[in-house]
């Protein structure tokens, strides 16, 4: 029997398949075609081929294939099967001009990488964490993290350690140590970058605190000089990593408001800054960050002033409603405002959240500031399908009221945006494929909730017809076909939409690029290794990044087939 795509059966009612439109997707209904098929991508010879786009018959995998359109740049990402410690490797990037078998590279050996974390001697609870250094931006990251122990371990090397890793040698790795507990009052995070080499199965990395640490004494006032106690005090560098020990400010009468931090003395003579945060005693304190260079100097005790301005919280009340009136419960009210005064030099942000309730009204307790408001609606009742209401962006001013509290602020939910379409091949309705929207979070000109949009999956019905509730924003859009159906994913990467915009794509799934390899680590093969296939894509959008376009599973002697999109959609 011949013929590339081949359902097993097939039954269709009295009825045409029509294409869908957008006035079908803005009325919201189905289109539903009585068809009971599994359509697969087999053929016999080349002429089988034909209607697929797919330019030759493969006999031996007997599915229709075909090259790529142009080279493209790829990396594996490859995790163990369970029982080898979790290992996982980064393989690439390299180029695919052509279908057929390659020859991947042996992967490196997995290192036990171990040693300790003290402090002149004495234990540290720590947190470590190894993130390899990804090999272009955009790459996907692998990271690796060792909880606290309770006590020593013996390590290869028969001395002790306090943590132990196992990861790929022969790549660099971000380092980082974070110490929990009591002790992160005292000491600071630790950051190194290091190397991994080649040629042992273990490798001692001791990750010791130096033992002079420079300190930053002071105590936190209010503009009548009035001490704070029970805030957060840290210091951070521009990108918001912490630098230092973690202090909260007194309570104690007679050492009220004072504090003291840590930092090792290469970030204590870089750039930072203090940051500010009100514990459970001050939820309504902001979040504030200090420029070193306005701290007041107090010779008599040897440490800073540190001056924040007066906080007078203001009740403000709003409702949430959709675009038809109705009001909203449930959905989540976000305000963030940037604060900045002149007379300390004082800069910060402020952060509260609220929930609508049965009338979708909603309180907080809020600073005078301008503030980015993100309602978010509710989680639709059917998931698959989304919501009708999207993430509303809004800018809002607050001021301080001459009596009583703000109040009547109403914000309009705008309707979701709606992908739908149809999935085909070879001209069959491909039904139970994936279609995953995968937000981006990125900003779009002119759209500023395209920074919180949230990421979609549906699944495509017997006649291959799907549709998503989006918020505006971007995606990457992958639509997966059923397991062994011989079809590649199709990948739409930087798909924007608007609210209340329908798109309709429909999908015509090609024959794939059939990459073969086998992966071999030191010690053998790796059969059970779960395979994510990337391909770095290069748009006007931004730079150059991975995206994801395959999956595989190697069998027992490490073999995988990978089914490659021929190119990237558009």
């Known amino acids: 029997m011949t013929g590339r795509f081949r359902p097993t059966t097939t039954r269709r009612q009295p009825g045409r398949w029509a294409p869908i439109t957008a006035a079908w997707l803005a009325a919201g209904c189905s289109l539903v075609v009585d068809v009971d098929a599994r359509v697969e991508n087999r053929c016999g010879s080349d002429d089988d081929c034909e209607r697929s786009g797919g330019l030759r018959c493969d006999r031996e995998l007997g599915m229709c294939v075909r090259p790529p359109e142009r080279p493209m740049r790829v990396l594996l990402t490859v995790a163990a099967a369970e029982g080898r410690d979790h290992a996982a490797w980064l393989v690439g990037p390299f180029e695919v001009a052509a279908e057929g078998w390659m020859d991947l590279p042996e992967l490196p050996p997995i290192v036990t990488v171990f040693g300790t974390t003290r402090y002149r001697g004495e234990r540290v609870a720590a947190r470590v964490r190894l993130r390899r250094v990804p090999p272009f931006d955009g790459a996907p990251e692998l990271s690796f993290e060792a909880p606290p122990r309770a006590s020593a371990l013996l390590a ?53 605190w130096p033992a002079e640490l420079v300190s930053i004494r002071g105590v936190v006032v209010d503009a009548d000089g009035v001490p704070l106690g029970g805030l957060q005090v840290r210091a951070v560098d521009a990108a918001g990593e912490l630098l230092s020990s973690t202090a909260i400010t007194s309570v104690t009468p007679g050492s009220s408001g004072s ?33 070193p ?6 010779p008599e005790t040897g440490g800073v002033r540190v001056l924040v301005p007066r906080l007078e919280p203001i009740r403000y009340a709003g409702i949430v409603e959709r675009a038809s009136g109705e009001r909203v419960a449930g959905a989540t009210v976000e305000l963030v405002a940037e604060l900045h005064d002149s007379d300390t030099g004082v800069r910060g942000s402020f952060r509260t959240m609220a929930t ?35 993430v509303l962006v809004e800018s809002l001013r607050i001021e301080r009221p001459a009596t009583g509290e703000l109040s009547g602020q109403l914000f309009t939910l705008p309707r979701a945006a709606r992908l739908g379409g149809s999935v085909t091949a070879g001209g069959r309705p491909l039904a139970d494929a994936t279609v995953h929207a995968a937000a981006r979070g990125t900003p779009l000109p002119e759209v500023p909730a395209a920074r919180f949009n949230r990421s979609r999956t549906v699944v495509t019905d017997r006649s291959g017809a799907f549709r998503a509730d989006l918020d505006a924003g971007a995606y990457d859009v992958t639509v997966r076909p059923p397991p062994d159906s011989g079809f590649p994913w199709h990948v739409v990467p930087d798909l924007a939409t608007r609210a209340d915009l329908a798109l309709v794509h429909e999908v015509a799934m090609s024959a794939p690029v059939p990459v073969g390899g086998r992966l071999r680590s030191a010690d053998g093969s790796l059969g059970g290794a779960e395979v994510r296939v990337w391909v770095l894509h290069e748009s006007d959008a931004g730079p ?19 089914l490659l999109p021929a190119a990237l959609g558009r």
């Open 156 to 208: 290869a090397d028969e001395r002790e350690a306090d943590y132990e890793l196992r990861v790929a040698a022969g790549a660099d790795y971000d380092v980082l140590v974070e110490p929990t507990g009591e002790q992160a009052a005292v000491l600071p995070p630790l950051r190194r970058r290091i190397g991994i080499p080649t040629g042992g199965t273990a490798a001692r990395l001791d990750l010791d």
């Open 259 to 291: 504090f003291e931090i840590r930092l090792t003395s290469a970030d204590a003579a870089s750039s930072f800054l203090l940051r500010l945060n009100g514990g459970p005693e001050r939820p309504l304190f902001p979040t504030m960050l200090v420029d």
């Open 293 to 298: 260079a306005y701290l007041i100097a107090e």
């Open 356 to 390: 609508t309730v049965a009338d979708g009204s909603f309180e907080a307790m809020l600073l005078p500031a301008r503030y980015e408001v993100v309602v978010t609606p509710p989680a639709p009742r059917d998931e698959a399908r989304g919501s009708a209401d999207a």
């Open 544 to 562: 150059p990044r991975g995206v994801e376009v395959a999956r595989a599973t190697t069998d027992p002697r490490g073999e995988l087939l990978l």
